[in-house]
């Protein structure tokens, strides 16, 4: 299932920051992380995404040194990390909750590693003043843990770990705990403080938003595997997963019957439901008779107004409006297939052309072939 | 209720009166062992003859104040020497302790825990004579096959530090114990990340994090020390420390300067306590 | 972190079952030797229930040690009866400054030695102290009264002495109660006795039962209050254990008292968490 990250370029010169190499590790019974490898090029903002209990956490403490692997080797610029503990590794982490020393000043935290280092006063006072103006607190050394803000907070526990100059800086979630007006601004902010000085991040979250809008790369984690390596773009419009094309961004979701494949597009048939034919997805194939799921996103949703017919070739339902979801330009209509009672989510462009849409109201919903994907039901990462 | 449920007024002024009364009752006998420390009689008691300070001051042997009362300043110095001893003790046992519990996991965990809470439950005067039971047939023993008199397993300073610490470290472990257990791991696993060393993170992060309890425990240790009585009155001999001395006067019945060493206790017990106030606020914040 | 594991885990167990083990364990294995024995001959000792048998046949003995429990059971009642309202209004009718101030001053008492307390109170109950003539200024008396050495005062003087260890578990559990239940409770249709029974009584629990149960042993191991209040016919069982040990020197009978003072105490201790269903550590902590 795991792609090599870099597979697409064949530039062979590109430095590869971490390497990880069928990497494992059981609780017990239980499976945290499943023979994950990968390979980060220096400089990336790499995002390993995936639902709470995934394997990501363990992970990234794998890298960072808190846990060793079972088996599999941890490579950072091709130098194993196995049995280096953690103070020794050139990877620092910004903590879920931050961890930052309330019993020290902002520039004692932004200190701390230097001093660990024996680095001369001197020139941990110049590079601690640096590390503060680099993230726009130059003012704030002297002020205590608890006067910051949230924000603040944010950019003194980055700043901590940048001031090491580490190849990798670890992201543990750590925006999970500001609320969503900051939250989207760090997301910029983090975004354009690493492309600012270069460092190699690796960021894990469960927010799809947050590994879509800052990431070069995203991993898409399930069960302590890798479902997908990609591009945010690829992982949106090409998922090669059912659970991938289910986990980011939202799409309505069908579980069907393969009656007929035809090269790279096959029909489904929906049990007490419509036949839906779509193009064939992912890595695994599909023949007749086996089960698949099928996914449309409700942006490909067109709703048909007036005298307009849906092509011949397109999967076309008959609907009722549930409700009308307003949310800016996120706007959704909640719809009701007539024939099954499916509920399903089209988005709804704020373009003025569905403002006399009424709750209750009948209408034609219509979607091409090429915007639906059907996966083989039969991979482990689709058995939930 | 609470404020935000109105009751009728005659419930809201009853509950205050009661409460009032109960303050009275909190601060009535303190206020007159303090007000008595001022009175210009032989005797803690009305009437009131006016002001003096002579039961501070005074150093005539039918007036003697604290001040001038050796057998008493001795006794302070005793209980100084035994709270010092047993608030060391105690807090670096706490401190082990505290490490133990929170950050291990070992068979009959939960049982050695209830173990370490029976000092408190144990009465004090038992606590007492069965140290004194333990110490004399250990004196006896050593007395009888190596014809050795071991002074220090007798009544005396020893044994009163050792009775003392025994239970005061249940207290110590408790108020540490709590505040490790509250610390957040991610601290420590943030500064050796960091590149701080195991001993680093503990110089570091863990023990200045623990700092405020450690102070506030060994207020309270000195304070239980320095104001025990029923393990102490089982243990000591010549030497007597403060509450045995004031014991004893009480009993002979006493004059004023009892009043003054209580008052002067007051105020001492209070600044250490607001001080241990203030550490748990700071600790807080 | 937790690597090498072994060479700290025995570093630290070591300090904590030398103290145990030493101080607590070892002693009342030897006061339970002890108070197993008789002497036969100088020097000479059997095993023997003799001592325990002394205790069931002389009246004056076990009279004193039901005294000694049913006394502490009242007082512990008592306590909990005056605590509760006092508590129930620092927790929920105050905030802010007040708040911590009343509560502040509920700890004063607890920082001043026992032994000043207990002082405190003689002042006032003698025959010449403070409320008998204040009877006799506002008439209500002719002549001095003595409200000292009767069980009343024995009584006010535990009740007092415990006020803190009830007041501090039920502040502390009536603040983690959330004025918004107490809001739904009358939301619903609920009025005082029905909030303050099926509310606030239940979510206080666990802080009545571990008020009650330190209360109740710090009671029934207290020597000082009944010894300075309750003078010569105070009869409580502690005295009777330090006139066995000092006095007597019948350290056998002493140390078999010893063991009986602390069977009933865990007796009804337990009694105490299995009617509540709570466990010594989760009182304790």
Not at chain 1, 347 to 370: N, V
Not at chain 2, 261 to 279: D, K, Q, T
Request: with cysteine; net charge neutral.
């Amino acid at each position: 299932m795991t792609k090599n990250v870099t597979a697409k370029d064949s530039n062979t010169s590109t430095i590869i920051d971490l390497e990880t190499r069928n990497v494992n590790k059981h609780y017990g019974d239980f499976t945290a992380v499943d023979n994950v490898s990968l390979q980060i090029e220096k400089g990336s903002f790499f995002s390993i995404l995936g639902p709470s209990g995934c394997g990501k956490t363990t992970l990234l403490r794998m890298i960072a040194g808190f846990d060793e692997p079972d088996s599999g080797d941890i490579l950072i610029q091709s130098n194993s990390m196995l049995g280096v503990p953690a103070n020794k590794r050139p990877a620092n982490m910004v903590f879920q909750h931050l961890a930052l020393f309330p019993m020290m000043s902002v520039a004692d935290n932004v200190a701390y590693g230097l001093k660990q280092r024996k680095v001369n006063p001197a020139e941990i006072s110049k590079r601690v003043k640096n590390a503060l103006e680099s993230v726009d607190l130059g003012d704030s050394g002297k002020k205590k843990i608890s006067q910051l803000s949230g924000g603040q907070k944010q950019r003194i526990a980055i700043a901590r770990c940048l001031v090491l100059e580490p190849k990798l800086l670890l992201l543990d979630e750590p925006l999970g705990a500001l609320d969503l007006k900051l939250r989207e601004h760090m997301k910029v902010e983090l975004k354009q403080m690493q492309s600012r000085v270069g460092t190699t991040f690796i960021y894990i979250t469960h927010d799809q938003s947050e590994a879509l809008v800052m990431s070069n790369k995203v991993a898409v984690m399930n069960n302590g595997a890798f479902e997908q390596v990609g591009t945010p773009s690829d992982l949106y419009y090409h998922p090669e997963t059912s659970f991938v094309a289910g986990f980011v961004g939202d799409a309505n979701r069908w579980k069907a019957k393969v009656t007929q494949v035809d090269h790279v597009r096959c029909t489904t048939q929906v049990a007490n439901g419509p036949a839906l034919r779509g193009k064939i997805t992912g890595t695994k194939p599909i023949a007749v008779g086996d089960d698949v799921d099928v996914f449309v996103r409700p942006e490909a949703i067109k709703i048909i107004q007036g005298e307009d017919k849906p092509q011949e070739s397109d999967n076309s339902l008959q609907c009722r409006v549930v409700d009308l979801l307003f949310n800016g330009a996120n706007s959704a209509a909640l719809l009701e297939d007539i024939a099954t009672g499916k509920e399903l989510h089209v988005a709804l462009p704020q373009t003025g052309e569905y403002i006399g849409l009424q709750k209750g109201e009948s209408l034609t919903i219509a979607w091409s072939q090429d915007q639906t994907h059907c996966f083989s039901a039969r991979s482990k990462s689709t058995s939930k | 209720m609470i404020p935000s449920i109105s009751q009728p007024p005659s419930l809201r002024w009853t509950y205050r009166a009661y409460i009032l009364l109960f303050y009275i009752f909190l601060i009535a006998p303190l206020a007159v062992v303090a007000t008595f420390a001022f009175n210009d009689s032989l005797f803690p008691s009305l009437p009131w003859n006016g002001f003096t300070l002579d039961w501070f001051t005074g150093d005539t042997p039918q007036r003697l104040g604290v001040f001038s009362d050796s057998a008493m300043l001795e006794s302070v110095g005793v209980s100084a020497f035994i709270a010092f001893f047993v608030t060391a003790l105690s807090i670096f046992v706490a401190t082990t302790n505290a490490f133990l519990f929170e950050r291990y996991d070992f068979r009959f965990k939960e049982f050695l825990y209830m173990l370490m809470l029976l000092p408190l439950v144990i009465p004090g005067v038992i606590l007492g004579i069965s140290i004194l039971i333990s110490s004399n047939s250990m004196a006896n023993y050593m007395d009888e096959v190596f014809n050795l008199e071991v002074e220090f397993l007798r009544p005396g300073l020893v044994l009163v530090i050792l009775g003392q610490f025994a239970f005061i470290t249940t207290i110590a472990t408790m108020v540490i114990g709590a505040r490790l257990r509250k610390m957040d791991r991610s601290l420590e696993e943030a500064a050796y990340n960091l590149g701080a060393s195991k001993t680093a993170v503990l110089r570091t992060i863990t023990l200045p994090y623990l700092r405020p309890a450690m102070v506030g425990a060994a207020i309270v240790a000195f304070l239980m020390s320095f104001e025990n009585f029923n393990t102490t009155l089982m243990l000591t001999s010549s030497d007597s420390p403060l509450t045995i001395t004031m014991f004893d006067r009480l009993r002979e019945g006493s004059t004023p300067e009892l009043n003054a060493v209580s008052l002067l206790l007051m105020i001492v017990s209070g600044v250490l306590a607001l001080i241990s106030v203030f550490v748990q606020k700071k600790e807080d914040s | 972190m937790k690597q090498h594991t072994s060479i700290f885990f025995w570093l630290l167990l070591a300090p904590f079952a030398l103290w145990l083990i030493l101080l607590v364990i070892i002693p009342h294995i030897d006061m339970l030797g002890i108070a197993l024995r008789e002497q036969t001959a100088p020097r000479e000792y059997a095993f023997s229930f003799k001592n325990f048998i002394e205790f069931f046949t002389e009246p004056l003995y076990w009279r004193t040690f039901m005294r000694t429990a049913v006394m502490s059971i009242l007082a512990t009642a008592l306590t909990l009866l005056i605590a509760f309202p006092v508590s129930y209004y620092i927790a929920k009718m105050l905030r802010g400054r007040s708040k911590s101030f009343l509560f502040l001053l509920c700890l004063i008492p607890f920082w001043v030695s026992e032994l000043v307390r207990t002082y405190g109170w003689m002042i006032l109950l003698r025959e010449t102290g403070v409320i008998s003539n204040a009877l006799q200024w506002a008439g209500l008396v002719s002549g001095p009264v003595e409200l000292l050495y009767n069980d009343a005062a024995i009584m006010v003087g535990l009740v007092y002495t415990s006020m803190l260890f009830m007041v501090v578990p039920l502040v502390t559990v009536l603040e983690s109660l959330d004025d918004d239940i107490i809001e739904a409770s009358y939301d619903l249709g609920g009025n005082m006795w029905t909030t303050m029974r099926q509310i606030v009584i239940p979510h206080a629990m666990p802080g009545i039962v571990s008020g009650c149960i330190i209360v109740f042993m710090m009671t029934l191991g207290n020597y000082l209050t009944p010894n300075l209040l309750g003078g010569k016919d105070s009869l409580w069982f502690t005295e009777q254990i330090y006139t066995q040990f000092i006095t007597r020197f019948n350290w056998e009978l002493g140390s078999a008292f010893g063991i009986l003072l602390l069977l009933l105490s865990s007796l009804i201790v337990w009694l105490g968490l299995k009617l509540s269903r709570q466990t010594l550590t989760s009182t304790m902590t």
